[in-house]
């Protein structure tokens, strides 16, 4: 069983994702972590619900060490790959009392006075010979077959992400740990802002040159933030750890950080850290910096709010936005995105703000403000700032753009200010 | 060559798919569009850079009609796929005058001082036997291989999404229905809400017995909404429309949403129809209504703006909560919900209003109001209703099912209201 990269694939079962229906990100967000435990992923595959697809696949990965197969663990008769499993390795299903009882307590949580029915019944039924995951979050334990010396070890997982999530961090991991003893893939991540692609491959091409091949720089580009990942070596480490001063040196000011953490949680992390407290007026963007930042963890220490200001009339009477610099300058403006960041400061009392007015998409734009156009103010409690883009003509892009921009706009802005 | 449902694969080659680095929406992409046009996707593969795992993959689909391949045709050393393919296919590698006339626009465009160099011309070898699209947008053109009786027609595209596109839409796209011919497939989805999934299964129990196992009923479960899927028959029309009608009749108020559509596209399409507006006060869910809503195109004509009340004095300054109701019965509670949202209706003077509060998680829960308590609430200019939820454990999946929940209540009460 302990091999030192073990031969691994990830099956996603779905008929919904073959048909293009929705994107599977099981297999990615599995692949990245399975690769930095130091597992050898060789293999994505998704397939349809129908069995004879499923024993096709089983067989032509038969000769792998580990195989991760997501979906179809519900309780509906869609929901197939259990039983095609216990075929395949041979065992039987029986209920099981304590993933029962965490059954009753998820369905009775979500309301008291339904009792488990003949689905969740099944749900309970575990493969015999055979192992499972306790999940905490949803019916659908996960379940392991790792008796049969001639096939991989197969591990099944719900397809809900945040429940296979949860399984994998609650379970899975440790059991991958323990059974494989896989050697650790570390890496090390920066965060660059302010500089397109291309622009930064040139400033990093001479310094790219000294890097040895197996740290494997990688340009991770989204919008508005470009990610930088290096893999750490195991030995060598004082020459890499020269390489990581000398790169940081050369980002400067496109460097807005580093680690393993999103845009929003350096941001949230940094505030708390300075005491610091934020709020937003979003016009383009329509909530979603709010949202990024509220999604984390103790973001309640340091956000007090935002106004989401579609209307030009909300403009005016919540955020102190001027009629006559409204109708001067128009809503897409340097005028207008600094008055609404000053507005939500004084309303929100905030030492912070963003604000973010602009033309998503995909139309409203006219020869002067052309889609994609997007003003950013930011203010502090002395001063406002204020910048203008030019996007892209997708609206999509432009709202994630414009959001990140922001976002690792004002992280650059609190460590160069050192409020 | 001509068969009704062509036994389809997608092939996604790149080593940073397989190590999680990138999502592939390539096969996503692809899967949509070889459904709709009538091919049998029965399964969508990704793997590294590596000829000894393309040829074993080749192999193991060899017995399909059709197989779409992405990425790996670049100029870089990595690029891997075309020689291999050439391999299997038994074809030689030819320079292309008409593929290198259209690189060298493509680079001078870019650069007129730019000659092309012999990395282009590499681009520029085209498969004999064999055929090409052009592509006017990038430097790798689409490569056929149709000329082996005993293997799949072949189509080998850019892994670059804009270019893989660009070249789907100007060739791969009519040369496969001429092809082919294949026979589109249509299918009929359902948007249900406010119920669980295993109960929504034993409510539809009997229903679903009658159906012919070929129209694939399938539940997509995501936090707050179930989406039913039925694929629709090209015969029997008449059996079907019955049963679609029983459906709506079971489903009754749970069934929340039609179409091909997400909820906020219906949400927007339904305000837009009945000319009514919509205004939203946030704590817990933190903007991502908001965001979901003006995601949509169009959204500004009947979207007002919204108020992120994060923090308490938020709630009481700019949405008139009652600072006497915040201390007696805390922020979450029905009445704060609804003074919320009769607070941003008036403030916003919209015809809706949607409020959310709840304590997300991971902290912030007590014996009486654990994490995972919500209210909602919903105003219209007459009324107001609310109603309690207890969710998860989990911050994100809290938000994400308050704003699904509120989002599809919202439209049930549309319905319900005739407003």
Not at 46 to 66: A, M, Q, V, W
Not at 267 to 283: F, Q, R
Not at 335 to 357: C, F, H, K, P
Not at 387 to 415: E, G, H, M
Request: net charge negative.
């Amino acid at each position: 069983m302990k091999t030192n990269k073990p031969k691994t694939a990830i099956v996603t079962i779905g008929t919904e994702i073959v048909i293009g229906q929705i994107t599977d990100t099981n297999s990615q967000w599995l692949g990245q972590k399975l690769f930095a435990l130091g597992f050898d992923v060789q293999k994505m595959v998704s397939i349809p619900d129908l069995p004879e697809i499923i024993f096709k696949t089983l067989d032509e990965i038969k000769d792998f060490d580990l195989l991760i197969f997501t979906g179809g663990l519900g309780p509906t008769d869609d929901d197939i790959t259990k039983q095609c499993l216990c075929t395949f390795y041979n065992s039987k299903l029986e209920l099981n009392q304590i993933v029962l009882d965490d059954i009753r307590e998820i369905v009775q949580r979500r309301n008291s006075t339904v009792e488990i029915n003949q689905r969740n019944r099944l749900q309970a039924m575990i493969p015999s010979p055979g192992k499972f995951f306790r999940n905490k979050v949803g019916t659908a334990p996960g379940l392991i077959f790792d008796h049969r010396t001639d096939l991989p070890v197969l591990i099944a997982l719900p397809g809900v992400p945040f429940e296979m999530k949860w399984i994998w961090e609650n379970g899975v991991q440790d059991f991958l740990i323990e059974t494989f003893d896989p050697k650790p893939q570390e890496y090390i991540q920066f965060f660059v802002s302010g500089i397109p692609e291309s622009s930064l491959a040139e400033l990093l091409e001479p310094w790219e040159k000294s890097l040895n091949p197996q740290w494997q720089l990688a340009y991770l580009p989204s919008p508005g933030i470009i990610k930088l990942r290096l893999f750490k070596p195991s030995d060598d480490l004082s020459l890499f750890n020269q390489r990581i001063d000398e790169l940081q040196h050369i980002l400067g000011k496109f460097l807005v950080g580093q680690g393993d953490l999103s845009i929003e949680e350096i941001l949230v992390k940094k505030l708390t850290e300075n005491h610091l407290t934020l709020s937003t007026a979003e016009s383009c963007t329509g909530g979603k910096i709010a949202h990024q930042i509220t999604s984390i963890p103790g973001a309640s220490n340091v956000f007090k709010g935002g106004i989401v200001a579609y209307d030009n009339m909300v403009k005016i009477e919540l955020l102190g936005v001027s009629p006559h610099t409204l109708h001067q300058f128009g809503a897409v403006s340097q005028e207008v995105a600094e008055q609404m960041a000053v507005g939500v400061l004084r309303r929100m009392q905030s030492d912070l703000a963003i604000a973010t007015t602009g033309i998503a998409g995909p139309s409203g734009g006219t020869p002067e403000k052309p889609v994609g156009t997007v003003w950013i103010a930011v203010a502090t409690r002395q001063t406002v700032f204020s910048q203008k883009y030019i996007f892209t003509t997708l609206r999509d892009v432009n709202i994630t753009r414009t959001s990140n921009t922001a976002l690792s706009w004002l992280l650059n802005l609190i460590q160069s200010l050192k409020i």
